[in-house]
């Protein structure tokens, strides 16, 4: 019989409020001790003798990921100035290739496709390229010789002559900026910047970079200005945060009329401008910030006037829509669109032209057009497929469950709008808008290859009841051959709720895998996410946190009193906050569940966010309450952490997935969650990914095998057939 590594116990003690908590395993937090690694080696080599007997399986969904992807294939080109740019996927490749082709013309707004073929020719040895095609950037090239790549920043020059690119190679959102000539002749500038936030920036003249550095805590906390052709060294910090609630970022109007700041926290927003003629300028702000009060910032020129569309919650908790002139924004406000208790307004675009809003109504996003019109834009709005005109037209669809939201729009001139699209069974969908009539041009649909039919699969929404009587939304998808709802069936129940972040119908095809063998999967849309507004937020973190679980419970117990499945047959999955919620649901419903799959689990809350020198612990008190200094908060994360509160219990089957060089959830809290499971009896498995970050691994191969293995695991605890069909 195999034993699981052993952890040793060397307690130290954490005093707060009087209260006096040993702490036996904290001594793994240091992962350059080569005892920590060491252990941490143990874990996988226990792990995957553990789950050898699923190898096969793990290798057939890999197959089936594979098989079912169109692995050479690129995306939708996009418009910005003259060239028309687009990523490329080749057969064999872990990662894309950024490339463009000149646009024929001002009027060309016809994306260049590629004449269609059998797709055969289309491998890793060979593939079709548009005519006038230029390779940008080959992330397989820069990640060649490393165990780990990501790319953080990307910008051309206004005049497409310079390209500016950041790679990460270890995991920690650190970037190194380069830039490289684009005359064909691929030279690489003196110019390297190291150790950079993501999100850097050209100026509109191209002659400067605007980047973000990060503290100790890995907090963007200062704002800098690189002239090109010159040392990192003599860089100019324009603007630095203090607080260190805050993160800020930078970037540029669609319009090119002004540089952006934008300084956040959790609750709180503050935007400051910079004329884009005067890049040495200073920036000036356009509301001083306010505790509790968010706002974003959009360029428009309204009767040939500059000003600011900015989207707030100053006594609109679902926000508002709001007009200012851009040389006196804190000066006469034109309402827009009016606070709605029932639709969470999420955002406004403009262009030259038109605007787009996006919003959450009914659990659902939304979006709706209007063309510029010279006195604002009226706050009404209809669901019409019509030609906009100075009235919101929502964009109608037919499915009762979908996503849709706007897919990268960064032409101020452009004529026509974007848009994705999606739902649990519909493939991830481009379309673009033509504004002027309303025509919906289709520019690709995700393929799927084999025999996917999306009529074999049914999406629906169920509503369960929490403890508080609250209505829960419940998501379900599942194949109608295979499942007859009333008879239990396998199923994983996802959630996340923390962030105001939604869990939206979205389809993908690693999860055909699970559906094709008798699984539902279903979405549990707990509070303290953004499904059904603002306040649903608000209900679920701080001293209301404890909803977000029971509400995880309440779903879970709908599922199984409906005959939807059974507790032998129901799998709880969530990462990173979701994680800390399905912690949190192993200590107080494990009866309800056959195993529960926690991926970079946030699962010892306390410890992290009463040590502000750990990465993000201050930013994280608007989410969570601060512990440090209020004895109540104190009390009550102690009362819902999942490492606090692991006792005596019959846990079902547990597996923690991290990574070693996760900045955001540190590895050491999963470690030390799974060695106090095993304290009470537990039996949890640890598989710790060596060179990878919050993300994960990176390289899509390499990403689809670790679906593969935990969707392995997934099915063989919720006791489905392992072969499927």
């Not at 550095?213 to 100019?236: F, M, Q």
């Not at 929502?394 to 960064?410: T, Y």
Request: hydrophobic share 35%; charged share 25%; net charge negative.
């Amino acid at each position: 019989m195999l034993t699981p590594p052993k952890t040793d116990k060397r307690p130290i003690e954490r005093v707060h409020h009087g209260d006096v908590v040993v702490d036996d395993y904290e001594w793994l937090r240091d992962k350059e001790d080569p005892e920590v690694l060491a252990h941490l080696h143990e874990e996988n080599a226990y792990t995957k003798a553990r789950t050898e007997h699923l190898s096969i399986l793990q290798e057939q969904i890999f197959e089936e990921i594979t098989a079912r992807t169109k692995e050479t294939d690129l995306s939708v080109p996009t418009r910005e100035g003259d060239w028309w740019y687009f990523t490329r996927t080749v057969e064999g490749r872990e990662y894309g290739i950024h490339c463009r082709v000149p646009a024929a013309g001002p009027d060309d707004w016809e994306p260049p496709v590629l004449p269609e073929t059998t797709g055969d020719e289309l491998t890793d040895a060979s593939f079709e390229t548009l005519p006038g095609e230029q390779v940008l950037l080959d992330d397989n090239a820069e990640a060649e010789g490393h165990d780990f790549y990501s790319l953080g920043s990307f910008d051309v020059t206004p005049d497409g002559a310079t390209l500016l690119y950041g790679i990460d190679i270890e995991g920690d959102e650190r970037y190194t900026i380069r830039l490289r000539s684009l005359d064909g002749s691929g030279r690489e500038y003196d110019d390297v910047i190291e150790n950079t936030s993501s999100g850097a920036t050209f100026d509109p003249s191209g002659r400067y970079v605007f980047y973000a550095t990060v503290d100790e805590s890995w907090r963007p906390d200062t704002i800098w200005r690189h002239e090109i052709g010159t040392a990192a060294s003599d860089d100019v910090s324009v603007f630095t945060e203090p607080d260190e609630r805050f993160w800020l970022g930078v970037g540029v109007t669609r319009s090119r009329r002004f540089l952006v700041i934008e300084a956040g926290s959790n609750v709180t927003s503050e935007t400051w401008l910079l004329d884009a003629a005067e890049p040495t300028g200073e920036f000036s702000v356009v509301w001083p910030r306010k505790d509790g009060v968010e706002y974003d910032v959009e360029h428009v020129v309204a009767g040939g006037k500059d000003r600011l569309l900015i989207v707030h919650n100053d006594g609109a908790v679902n926000f508002e829509l709001v007009s200012v002139a851009a040389s006196d924004p804190q000066g006469d406000r034109r309402m827009l669109l009016p606070h709605s208790a029932d639709v969470r307004l999420e955002g406004v675009d403009a262009f030259r032209d038109f605007v787009a809003v996006e919003y959450r109504r009914e659990g659902l996003p939304r979006v709706a057009i209007a063309k510029v019109p010279a006195a604002g834009i009226p706050a009404t709005a209809s669901t019409d497929a019509g030609t906009p005109d100075d009235t919101l037209h929502e964009l109608a669809f037919d499915e009762a469950l979908f996503s849709v939201g706007l897919a990268g729009n960064p032409d101020w001139s452009q004529p026509t709008l974007r848009i994705g699209y999606t739902s649990f069974v519909t493939p991830s969908t481009v379309y673009d808008v033509v504004v002027a009539t309303g025509e919906r041009r289709l520019r690709k649909r995700q393929p799927v290859l084999g025999d996917y039919d999306a009529t074999r699969y049914s999406q629906r929404r169920e509503w369960a009841t929490a403890d508080d009587g609250t209505r829960i939304p419940v998501s379900l998808v599942y194949r109608h051959d295979l499942v007859s709802l009333g008879e239990p069936a396998p199923t994983v129940l996802y959630g996340y709720g923390s962030y105001e972040h939604s869990i939206d119908p979205g389809f993908g095809i690693p999860r055909l895998s699970l559906l094709d063998r008798g699984m539902i999967f279903a979405v549990a849309h707990v509070r303290g996410g953004g499904e059904m507004g603002r306040l649903w937020y608000e209900h679920g973190k701080k001293l209301e946190k404890r909803n977000t679980f029971t509400d995880f419970v309440a779903v879970a117990r709908h599922l199984i009193d409906n005959d939807i499945t059974a507790p032998d047959r129901l799998v709880a999955q969530g990462g990173s906050a979701g994680g800390l919620l399905v912690g949190a649901v192993a200590n107080l419903a494990p009866k309800y569940f056959s195993g529960f799959l926690a991926e970079v689990p946030f699962v010892d809350p306390l410890t992290s966010i009463l040590d502000p020198s750990l990465p993000l612990t201050v930013i994280e008190w608007d989410e969570w309450g601060n512990p440090l200094d209020d004895e109540e908060v104190y009390a009550y994360m102690k009362s819902y952490s999942p490492i606090e509160n692991v006792h005596e219990n019959h846990y079902p089957r547990i597996l923690a997935v991290t990574s070693l060089n996760d900045t955001r959830v540190l590895y050491v809290e999963p470690a030390k969650w799974v060695a106090k499971l095993r304290d009470v009896g537990a039996d949890p498995l640890l598989k710790i990914e060596m060179a990878a970050g919050h993300g994960g691994v990176s390289g899509r191969y390499a990403a689809w095998r670790e679906r593969a293995f935990a969707y392995a695991w997934v099915i063989d605890a919720a006791g489905a057939h392992p072969s499927g069909e």
